[in-house]
DNA sequence: GACGTATCATCTCATATGAGACGATTCAAG
DNA sequence: CTTGAATCGTCTCATATGAGATGATACGTC
């Protein structure tokens, strides 16, 4: 029998791993945690949903955009943001017309109430931002935004490598 | 009329909203990203669902453990729990006991096939993490684990501080 | 001991999710 | 123009999720 030099790794004995340390774990109960509290609040004080509360979010930024540059910038699949849209639309907070150049696509902008509610969530967004951010520097907010977009890249590229193509 | 400071906050529009920069949104897509690529994986190579490699993972660590301990030290809900011990039996790899002490709980310790299983896991974990860190230096790991542990912490008082008692 | 309340894991049911199907429309190639 | 593949938003359907109900058991108070 062969003998290797004598380390851990030759024991039948795996490297110990602990779920609380493992990393994927600690962002997905991290964010878990985030989107439950920021869903109790969108839901109590605006009735939308996060869904719902993504495509406001975007089209309130101003020029009005076409579904799919919606799921681009909300980065949720089609079909969530077909639903979010049509909930929308029932609600009267976003208009639906048919695109000029497109006959199979909509451009989507806020009805008026939608933007009159826009207006009004804007600065409670940005108070529910800054109470989560108060666990954080300034520093830290800016270095974890980076880490955040990394991760996210590297992470699909690793889906991406295995049965990506389904 | 008093005057103030000139400044984009004396007009009526709201300070503007990037989605793209708003911390929750942020978190939860690079979670979404990571949790996707890693369900990938595990289902393909082992054919378990995250909350069930959560369980094996927890019960891998060596102590049998009460179906709390495992909803404790998942995060996870009651009948998320349930249903991934259920799952775990009838592919054997986890054994349900009845508690010594309570009639009504039970005792969860990983099966011979569990612990086989859960010994050709865990490397390959290490492994995932490992290409996922690769975004990442060593210090920011480190860092990202406790600003992650603080936006959880905060997350969870945000919530409970308004409908909490639903 | 008997009773009412609390907690255990599971079940029920209503909603959320997303892969694939679908009809409508567009575009590329002849 | 005609044909066929690709893409649009929506629908279908199977699965995932979690709040509340449920039956069994435990515990505190009398």
């Not at 030099?5 to 110990?16: A, H």
């Not at 004080?45 to 930024?61: D, H, K, Q, Y």
């Not at 048919?98 to 989507?108: S, T």
């Amino acid at each position: 029998m062969r003998r290797f030099k004598r380390s851990i790794i030759d024991t039948n004995e795996p490297p110990p791993l602990r779920l609380s340390k493992f990393l994927p774990y600690r962002i997905s109960v991290a964010a878990e945690s985030v989107s439950r509290a920021f869903a109790a609040r969108y839901e109590a004080e605006f009735g939308l949903s996060i869904p719902e509360w993504r495509v406001m979010a975007v089209l309130g930024e101003g020029a009005p955009l076409s579904t799919q540059a919606v799921i681009a910038a909300t980065e949720m699949d089609r079909v969530k943001v077909s639903r979010a849209v049509i909930r929308l639309a029932d609600k009267e907070l976003v208009t639906r017309a048919p695109h000029p150049e497109d006959q199979r696509a909509q451009v989507l902008r806020l009805a008026p109430q939608g933007e009159a509610l826009y207006r009004r969530i804007v600065p409670r967004a940005h108070a529910l931002q800054a109470e989560l951010a108060e666990a954080l520097t300034p520093e830290e907010i800016v270095l974890l935004g980076g880490m955040l977009e990394r991760l996210r890249r590297r992470a699909s590229r690793l889906l991406g490598e295995d049965g990506g193509a389904g």
